[in-house]
């Protein structure tokens, strides 16, 4: 049963490979935007994925961040989740990322809960002409 109040933590290290230059994203070896959603995505879905019926997954649908922090190659990032809201199959969530200085990013994510199956096959079905 999914309710407001599940919470997640991961963490990656920052490597030359989720850079801003490895990524596309700049020029600068520093964490990369794209690699900071992905993570942010990341811990949303893990924080609730026991809590799914079988055969269920989340996809997500919305961002609202703000990366307000570079954080050099060699640091460690922390992202923590919580589910702020459960609307039938909405589900919205408050996420940050930290360095060890603090603070790199925040904002809202948003996720629907899903059939896998049903979803992969309607997402497979682009392909048939």
């Known amino acids: 049963m ?8 991961q963490k990656t290290k920052v490597e030359e490979s989720n850079s801003a230059l490895a990524m596309g994203s ?3 070896k520093v964490f990369a935007t794209p ?7 990341e811990t949303a879905w893990k924080s609730i994925t026991p809590h799914l019926e079988e055969g269920s997954g989340s996809v997500g649908t919305a961002l609202n961040i703000r990366h307000t922090a570079a954080t050099p190659l060699g640091m ?7 589910l702020t809201s459960v609307d039938g199959r909405k589900l919205t969530f408050r996420v940050t990322a930290r360095d060890d200085t603090g603070l790199i990013g925040e904002g809202e994510h948003e ?6 199956e ?6 497979n079905s682009k392909l048939v002409k």
């Not at 690699?35 to 995505?41: K, P, R, S, T």
């Not at 996720?111 to 896998?116: C, H, P, Q, S």
Request: glycine share 8%; aromatic share 6%; hydrophobic share 50%.
């Open 2 to 9: 999914l309710e407001a109040g599940i919470k997640g933590i």
């Open 26 to 28: 700049g020029t600068l």
């Open 35 to 41: 690699a900071m959603v992905a993570l942010m995505e």
């Open 76 to 82: 460690e990032v922390t992202c923590e989740s919580e």
């Open 111 to 116: 996720r629907f809960i899903v059939k896998d």
């Open 118 to 123: 049903a979803f992969q096959a309607k997402a």
